[in-house]
């Protein structure tokens, strides 16, 4: 599949995202990179990272997933778009837009049972002894 329009990401996309808020689980991954071109590197010994510092500004490659793995490739949806650098201030208002939407929906994580974990380590038998007692019930105290 090609690259889609900066329009046909925007309405895949939401699409992506509103099929989500209908399921009980699952992933969306947004990636975003450089996109750099197969040209052969000119570095020397002064500057050894030349792909740092380009000419001219390269684009940016955006893709979209929905997080399914091999055992269901079929459900598999990958959207991918290509933002020139004249274009980025104007893709990244909107592409935050379309993702606030779409998240405002999820829900956060269950933590009671780490919280609890971390609530029982703090009051756990080294934290009756008091402060200043190791582990293996020792106190160093100076003695005059």
Same mark, same amino acid.
């Given at each position: 599949? /090609? #690259?889609?329009? #900066?329009? %046909?990401?925007?309405? &895949?996309? @939401?699409?992506?995202?509103?099929?989500?808020?209908?399921?009980?689980?699952?992933?969306?991954?947004?990636?975003?990179?450089?996109?750099?071109?197969?040209?052969?590197?000119?570095?020397? *010994?002064?500057?050894?990272?030349?792909?740092?510092?380009?000419? @001219?500004?390269?684009?940016?490659?955006?893709?979209? @997933?929905? $997080?399914?793995? =091999? *055992?269901?490739?079929?459900?598999?949806?990958?959207?991918?778009?290509?933002? %020139?650098?004249?274009?980025? %201030?104007?893709?990244?208002?909107?592409?935050?837009?379309?993702?606030?939407? $779409?998240?405002?929906?999820? &829900?956060?994580?269950?933590?009671?049972?780490? =919280?609890?974990?971390?609530? =029982? &380590? &703090?009051? /756990?038998?080294?934290?009756?002894?008091?402060?200043?007692? $190791?582990? $293996?019930?020792?106190?160093?105290?100076?003695?005059?």
């Amino acid at each position: 599949m /090609g #690259h889609l329009t #900066h329009d %046909e990401f925007f309405s &895949k996309l @939401t699409n992506l995202f509103d099929y989500r808020k209908n399921q009980d689980h699952g992933t969306i991954n947004l990636v975003q990179k450089r996109l750099s071109y197969n040209t052969p590197s000119q570095s020397t *010994d002064t500057d050894p990272f030349t792909d740092l510092n380009p000419a @001219t500004p390269l684009p940016v490659l955006i893709r979209a @997933t929905n $997080g399914k793995g =091999k *055992d269901k490739r079929k459900e598999k949806v990958k959207l991918s778009t290509i933002v %020139e650098p004249a274009d980025l %201030e104007a893709f990244y208002g909107r592409y935050a837009d379309v993702c606030k939407k $779409g998240m405002g929906a999820l &829900k956060p994580r269950d933590r009671t049972k780490r =919280k609890k974990q971390s609530r =029982k &380590k &703090k009051t /756990g038998p080294a934290a009756a002894r008091g402060p200043g007692v $190791g582990a $293996g019930g020792t106190c160093m105290m100076a003695i005059p």
